[in-house]
């Protein structure tokens, strides 16, 4: 672990690694710095075992493009389940804080879009799936810098016999809007 940190310290600058509370393994630094890091317009797909260490990856990510003036709004779905694990990983390892994103955030402020307040957010898989939420998003003024989504393996379509799309699921729809409005693409299974 030590060779590949020092191999990779002097292909990139590692200042995540400096200020994180956590230990990185081979294959987290060689995602991270050997693949995500290449990607100016990142869409990845991180298929790995649980426990692995997913999150790790995503948050070092972050935590580097935060540090590189990259990542000033960031959007994080998950199943609502794993919303508190998110928001309390990230700000332990990190230092960065994420607002759980719900129904009373989306009804908070009226006259404004929920969406444009808020920078650091987490948001729950079926609760931005809902008709209002998505269209508020999509009509959303402010981009996305990365948008990582979690459990990805949940948003399905199916397929007609002659291998055509036949059917999106509500995750499915919400998902594509999710990568129209982001720079960065993260999805994890």
């Not at 700000?91 to 994103?101: K, M, S, T, Y």
């Not at 307040?117 to 810098?145: L, N």
């Amino acid at each position: 672990v030590e060779a590949l940190r020092i191999q990779n310290a002097f292909r990139h600058d590692m200042a995540a690694l400096a200020v994180s509370a956590i230990s990185p393994l081979p294959h987290q630094l060689e995602a991270v710095y050997g693949a995500f890091l290449e990607e100016p317009r990142l869409r990845f797909l991180l298929a790995d075992d649980p426990g692995a260490g997913k999150t790790i990856m995503a948050g070092l990510y972050l935590k580097e493009l935060q540090l590189r003036r990259a990542a000033d709004r960031v959007l994080i779905v998950t199943p609502a389940n794993l919303r508190p694990q998110w928001q309390r990983e990230l700000a332990e390892r990190f230092d960065i804080h994420c607002l759980q994103f719900d129904a009373s955030t989306f009804d908070a402020n009226p006259t404004q879009n929920p969406w444009d307040v808020h920078d650091f957010v987490i948001v729950s898989r079926d609760f931005i799936k809902r008709e209002e939420v998505i269209e508020a998003f999509a009509a959303a003024d402010k981009d996305w810098d990365l948008a990582v989504i979690d459990e990805a393996h949940g948003y399905t379509i199916s397929v007609d016999g002659k291998g055509l799309v036949s059917r999106r699921s509500e995750r499915y729809k919400a998902a594509e809007k999710i990568a129209e409005k982001a720079h960065r693409l993260i999805l994890l299974t």
